[in-house]
């Protein structure tokens, strides 16, 4: 039996069906017919996912035959072949017959195979849905007990105490506080911080903790699409509304319903958009695309952005009125740098995360690690910490992640836009001797840790000889590091 998805061809052409066939046979199992009886007698013996059926045949259109098939075989997905552009014909495919697509002659081989994989794909997912659907019917109590055990874990994941993970004098401590009083109040909440801070944290901990915690959460990024999108995602969109909208869709605004909706990155949104967002916080409705009917929704929002709100509002580029309703509360969250001993914890946690995903374990961080990691300013903050974490795993060989794994730039204690020696130079402080020494210290230091400390090799890569290396380690208090780092690896 062929595992190939299975799709009908219905044209009375035999050239057509031909091409059609040659095009379609190496990713498809094809069945050709060339009336809309021959195509129903296969349809009802054979278990088809789509039908591709032209439009124009001597005793039928395409429309009819797939309308009789729409009330059939519903779950088939349906699309027409045509040479004709006519209006009717594409309002009468979309209307009566449920087409999923149109598609205009001459087509491109590419373009076709793209759809019909897209049209496969779209028959498993109705199918998985369905199966979803019997087992909510069958399984109530069973899945009721799941979903109470699943909230529970997020509960404790999020939870402002143990799920934020943090050392115990960090300055997020003020945060999580003010976390845990404004939860249970049912406010608008702007979180502000740099990215990759874990603004979209703060804001599951806001939801999962407060009265709205057994409804849903949702979330966007405002700054990743145009209006239009945008629109559709928040507010929905009715069949028809533009190109591409073959059906109604809900938008996340009213599958927050009764619970959370999380708006990141809301000052990147444009002016006309933030008119539209306005009307929608000020009103309590939503109103689809190309739908004439409001609609209520009860939703708390959440916001972040790594901008300031205040000076774009002072700039004119984003409304204070649309500010205040957002920013009932404000929550600002640390850079990493300016929270080093969060680091160090942070870096173990994310290793377990690490491992567990990678199916790979070690013992953890050396301390010279460690020191090296908290040493680095962290521009792009727990995001980028997370990824370095994960790169030492993946090449690390020992049972030990060891500073000679980290990357290069992180190792100088410098960003890599700042790596280049003239820009390290200007941001260092004293004469240009002493800048010249700190910078001497920072590639003598870099390189032996590289090396595992192994003098001989540094020496050769800087060279220079062990006794120049050693009047180097001891003019640069480097003896003492390499004496810490001997002693970790010993211990």
Known sequence: MSTKPCVLIVDDEIRSLEALERVLEEDFEVLRATSAAAAEALLAREWVQVILCD?????????????????????????????????EDLIDAVNEAGIYQFISKPWTPSDLLLKLHNAVELFRLQRENEQLSIELKLKPSTLTDSLQHKRRILQARFDWDQGIVRAPDSPLAAVCDTVR????YDVNVLVSGESGTGKELFARALHYNSPRSDKPFVAENC?????????????GHKRGAFTGAVEDRVGLFERADGGTIFLDEVGDIS?????????????????????????SVDVRVLAATHRNLKEEVRAGRFRQDLYYRLATISIAIPPLRDRRGDIGVLAKALLDDAMRTLGKSVRGFSREALSCLQAY?????????????????VLATGDELGAEWISPHILRGTTEEAADALDLLAGLDGSLKERMESLEARIVKETLIRHR??????????????????????????????????WAGHG
């Open 181 to 184: 009083t404004v939860s249970g």
């Open 223 to 235: 700054g990743a699409l145009p209006d239009e999108l945008l629109e559709s995602e928040l507010f």
């Open 377 to 393: 300013d962290w521009p792009g903050n727990v995001r980028e910490l997370q990824n370095e974490v994960k790169r030492m795993l």
């Open 55 to 87: 439009q124009r045949m001597p005793e039928t259109t395409g429309v009819e035959f797939l309308t009789r098939v729409r009330r059939q075989w519903p779950d088939v997905i349906r699309m027409i072949l045509s040479g004709y552009t006519d209006s």
């Open 453 to 486: 400390w192994n003098k001989t090799r540094a020496a050769q890569e800087l060279g220079l000889s062990r006794v120049g290396l050693r009047s180097k380690l001891e003019r640069y208090g480097l003896e003492k590091i390499e004496q810490i780092a001997e």
């Open 271 to 295: 002016p006309a958009f933030q008119v539209k967002l306005l009307r929608v916080l000020q009103e309590g409705e939503i109103r689809p695309l190309g739908s004439n009917t409001r609609r």
